[in-house]
């Protein structure tokens, strides 16, 4: 547009300008015209006699018109007379011109060296006599004309500039609205839900840049209720498998009691009487019989038996709690001193990580003693007796409620994933050789879930495993009889 709008103005100006050069010129065979229509009569009374002197005072009042720049008479063969202006040479610039070629009221115009003249006849008696020639520069019309050509142009720079400000306004108003709704829109089919345009005012384009940006509030908020229900979805699906895995845990484990503690009761006798026979036949047969070593098996795998039932007995056995407030970091170090004593744990070292502000808890020392002193021994057997066991304790919040996490990290065989989710089972174990019976584990996730807390674990072949043990704070004791349950 502003390309278009200046051709339109250097055409314009073009043209104007060369009409106010005809209509100068114009003007100055009007003038011309005038002054040869004053001036003939009195310069045809000079003409008789001829005096040259007479008739160049009579063209000297044309000098006082700054158009003209000079002036002459002539007749058939020469020139009667002529002045001009103190810059410029007298005239005439070209040969005379025949006298009855011109005409009067018709001004003959001829260009000659830059200059303009106007030629006119001068009649004595209805007769030709002489021709008046009055010459006039072009430079004067050049000048004129610069100066129109530069009004113009600076008429058409201010019309130029008005055009161009129009034009940025006008863009800025209608045009890039346009382009912040474009943009908004390329970004928004890019998945940008935040993406949000100007309202520019309440025509058509403000209009739609606020029905695009309603439509985007809406998506956006839709998506983000529907990812808010997703993830609570989801959050509570996740909560449902451990809900239902703790569940599973529970049956397999009350089962397994229920079992146990009625196989225990009936065996016990029975292996009582093999070890009381046993122990008769040694006696009988002598120190030198043969069967004095068969008889010694006899009695070690018994007592192995025995071991197993009383295992299935604590593990089924619904024995009272008795919790007290503990220093769960000095009951982690006592446990682990003591775990030195046991020769598969004597060369173990520990890296200690403990919550020096960590809260006392309401729990039984004794079975939370157990329940360490088994993942300490475990730890031992996975790095072969020897090691670096990482101990840690920490309070977190979790649901508004305040917990104390206690971890045990060793750097062992870990735990095969088929594993993981039967390492609680009762009678399941990882130890070849018949090196453990499969309970302590299932035990220790017994009095944790007794005490209202969650026991976890996670490994990797080769890298080791990680048990966490996570209790409540209450503000209050926990009673004994929740302990028990």
């Given amino acids: 547009m502003g390309t278009m709008l200046l051709a339109v103005l250097a055409v314009s100006t073009i043209f104007f300008v060369r009409a106010e050069r005809r209509e100068m010129e114009d003007i100055l065979h009007e003038k011309g015209k005038t002054a040869s229509n004053i001036m003939g009569p009195r310069i045809a009374r000079s003409l008789r006699p001829a005096d040259p002197q007479a008739i160049a005072a009579e063209l000297r009042p044309v000098m006082d018109d700054r158009d003209f720049d000079y002036a002459y008479v002539f007749d058939d063969k020469h020139v009667?007379?002529?002045?001009?202006?103190?810059?410029?040479?007298?005239?005439?610039?070209?040969?005379?011109?025949?006298?009855?070629?011109?005409?009067?009221?018709?001004?003959?115009?001829?260009?000659?060296?830059?200059?303009?003249?106007?030629?006119?006849?001068?009649?004595?008696?209805?007769?030709?006599?002489?021709?008046?020639?009055?010459?006039?520069?072009?430079?004067?019309?050049?000048?004129?004309?610069?100066?129109?050509?530069?009004?113009?142009?600076?008429?058409?720079?201010?019309l130029l500039a008005g055009a161009l400000g129009l034009i940025f306004w006008w863009t800025r108003k209608t045009v890039a609205p346009l382009m912040d709704l474009k943009r908004g829109a390329e970004r928004f089919s890019q998945g940008d839900l935040s993406v949000r345009v100007p309202q520019g005012g309440i025509d058509e384009v403000g209009t739609l840049a606020a029905t695009f940006n309603h439509l985007a509030e809406t998506l956006q908020r839709t998506l983000e209720e529907k990812d808010h229900a997703l993830t609570e979805a989801n959050r509570l699906y996740r909560n449902l498998k451990v809900a239902r895995?703790?569940?599973?845990?529970?049956?397999?484990?009350?089962?397994?009691?229920?079992?146990?503690?009625?196989?225990?009761?009936?065996?016990?006798?029975?292996?009582?009487?093999?070890?009381?026979?046993?122990?008769?036949?040694?006696?009988?047969?002598?120190?030198?019989?043969?069967?004095?070593?068969?008889?010694?098996?006899?009695?070690?795998?018994?007592?192995?038996?025995?071991?197993?039932?009383?295992?299935?007995?604590?593990?089924?056995?619904?024995?009272?709690?008795?919790?007290?407030?503990?220093?769960?970091?000095?009951?982690?170090?006592?446990?682990?001193?003591?775990?030195?004593?046991?020769?598969?744990?004597?060369?173990?070292?520990?890296?200690?990580?403990?919550?020096?502000?960590?809260?006392?808890?309401?729990?039984?020392?004794?079975?939370?003693?157990?329940?360490?002193l088994n993942l300490l021994m475990n730890a031992a057997d996975a790095m072969e007796g020897r090691g670096v066991i990482r101990l840690r304790t920490a309070e977190s919040i979790e649901g508004g409620q305040r917990k104390v996490m206690i971890q045990f990290a060793d750097h062992g065989c870990g735990i095969d994933s088929a594993d993981l989710d039967h390492i609680f089972d009762p009678f399941y174990t990882t130890k070849k050789g018949g090196a453990g019976f499969g309970l302590g584990l299932a035990v220790s996730y017994g009095i944790i879930t007794a005490h209202g807390g969650e026991i976890t674990v996670s490994s990797e072949r080769g890298r080791g495993s990680v048990f966490t043990i996570t209790l409540p704070v209450r503000a209050e004791p926990m009673r004994a009889e929740t302990a028990a349950r």
């Fill in 80 to 158: 009667l007379a002529t002045v001009s202006d103190p810059g410029a040479s007298a005239g005439p610039r070209a040969p005379l011109p025949a006298l009855d070629a011109l005409r009067p009221g018709h001004p003959t115009v001829r260009i000659v060296d830059n200059y303009m003249e106007i030629l006119t006849p001068i009649a004595v008696d209805g007769d030709t006599v002489a021709g008046l020639g009055l010459g006039v520069s072009l430079d004067l019309l050049a000048r004129q004309s610069q100066r129109i050509r530069s009004r113009l142009l600076l008429v058409t720079a201010g």
């Fill in 245 to 372: 895995a703790r569940l599973n845990q529970a049956e397999r484990l009350s089962a397994v009691g229920m079992l146990a503690a009625g196989v225990s009761h009936e065996l016990n006798n029975p292996l009582g009487i093999i070890l009381c026979t046993a122990g008769n036949l040694r006696e009988a047969i002598g120190e030198g019989s043969a069967f004095l070593e068969d008889i010694a098996i006899i009695e070690a795998e018994t007592q192995r038996c025995r071991r197993i039932i009383q295992g299935l007995l604590n593990f089924a056995a619904s024995s009272e709690s008795h919790p007290i407030d503990v220093d769960l970091n000095a009951l982690l170090r006592d446990t682990f001193l003591l775990a030195l004593r046991d020769g598969r744990a004597r060369a173990l070292t520990a890296e200690w990580a403990l919550d020096l502000h960590l809260p006392e808890l309401s729990v039984d020392p004794h079975q939370m003693q157990q329940v360490f």
